[in-house]
C-alpha cells in the first residue's frame, strides 16, 4: 500500500515540484550570497550560472543533436532566448540589493503579465474572474513593494520586470508550441542563453570568479540544472493544474531560506501580499482548468 502511494503520479508530481522549490531556493540564496555579500558582479553571476548549467546540459544537446534547432522561425526564438536571458539579468543584478522574499513574491506576478500580455498580442479573451484576479496579484505586489516607504529604492522593480520579461518568453514559447517540437524550443534556448548573457556580462564588466566564489558558482549552475530536471520530472510526472499549486511553495521556502541566512523578516504587508498573489494565480490556474475540461 504505502509503495503504491509513492508510486502514484500525484505523490510523484508533488514530490519532483516540492524539491524543485527546494533547489531554487538554495540557488536564490547561493546568488544572494555571491552578489550582495561577496561583492561579485551580478551580471557576471548570471553568465557564470547559467554557462556551468550548459556545460551540464551537454549530454542532452548530444543525445538530442542540433539538427533540431531547424526551423522557420529563426527570430521568434532568437526574441524569446533574448527575453529570457535578460529576465536572468534583471534577477540577478535584482537579488544583489533586494531581499530574497520580496524578490520571489514580485517574480510570482508573472502570470498576470502573461494574461495581459496574451489579450494585447495574442487576442485571447479575458474574462471578469481572471481580469480581478490579475488586479489583485498587482495590488499585492504593490503592497509588497511599498512605494510610499522611505527605503524603497528603483532596485525593487527588477523582480518585476523579470517577470515582465519572462511573461513575454512563456507567450512567445506558447506561439512556437504551435509550430515547434519542444526538442527544438528547449535547444535553441541552451544554446543561445549563454552567449546572450555573456554579452550582457561583458558591458556590465565581465568578472571571473576566484577564491571562495569558485566553488559557490560552481554549486550555483548545479543548483539550476537541477531544478529545471526536477521540474521537468513534476511536469511529466502529474498533470500541470495539479501540480502548479506545489510551485507556490517556493513562496515560503524563499523566506525561509532568507531568514536562515540573511535574518531577513518579511513585514506584515509583506504576507498580505503574498497571500494576495498567491491566492490570485491559483485563481486564474482554477478558471484556466476549467476553460479546458
Do not use: C
Not at 524578490?103 to 496574451?118: C, D, E, Q
Not at 516607504?149 to 506558447?174: D, M, N, Y
Amino acid at each position: 500500500m504505502t509503495t503504491a502511494v509513492y508510486r502514484s503520479p500525484a505523490f510523484l508530481g508533488a514530490f519532483w515540484m516540492v524539491l524543485a522549490g527546494v533547489v531554487y531556493a538554495a540557488g536564490n540564496v547561493l546568488l544572494q550570497q555571491l552578489t550582495m555579500n561577496m561583492g561579485f558582479s551580478a551580471s557576471s553571476v548570471a553568465f557564470w550560472q547559467y554557462g556551468i548549467a550548459f556545460l551540464f546540459s551537454l549530454p542532452y544537446l548530444w543525445r538530442t543533436g542540433l539538427s533540431v534547432m531547424k526551423t522557420d522561425y529563426p527570430w521568434h526564438h532568437v526574441v524569446r532566448v533574448a527575453f529570457s536571458a535578460l529576465g536572468v539579468q534583471a534577477w540577478a543584478i535584482g537579488l544583489a540589493s533586494v531581499p530574497i522574499s520580496q524578490a520571489i513574491a514580485l517574480v510570482m506576478t508573472s502570470p498576470f503579465f502573461i494574461i495581459v500580455g496574451a489579450w494585447l498580442f495574442l487576442g485571447e479573451r479575458v474574462g471578469p474572474a481572471r481580469w480581478l484576479a490579475t488586479a489583485v496579484g498587482f495590488t499585492g505586489a504593490v503592497l509588497i513593494l511599498q512605494p510610499w516607504s522611505e527605503t524603497f529604492t528603483l532596485a525593487a522593480f527588477l523582480p518585476i520586470i523579470s517577470a515582465l520579461l519572462w511573461g513575454a518568453t512563456s507567450l512567445i514559447t506558447k506561439k512556437l508550441t504551435a509550430h515547434e517540437r519542444s526538442e527544438s524550443i528547449t535547444v535553441w534556448l541552451l544554446m543561445l542563453l549563454t552567449p546572450i548573457n555573456a554579452l550582457v556580462a561583458v558591458g556590465g564588466g565581465f568578472a571571473f570568479p576566484v577564491g571562495a566564489a569558485v566553488p559557490v558558482v560552481i554549486v550555483l549552475g548545479l543548483t539550476t540544472v537541477l531544478a529545471q530536471y526536477f521540474l521537468t520530472r513534476a511536469y511529466s510526472s502529474a498533470d500541470a493544474a495539479y501540480v502548479q499549486p506545489f510551485d507556490d511553495l517556493k513562496l515560503p521556502l524563499n523566506v525561509v531560506g532568507g531568514w536562515l541566512v540573511f535574518g531577513y523578516a518579511p513585514s506584515s504587508l509583506f504576507w498580505v501580499g503574498g497571500l494576495m498573489i498567491v491566492g490570485a494565480s491559483l485563481t486564474i490556474m482554477f478558471f484556466e482548468r476549467r476553460r479546458e475540461v
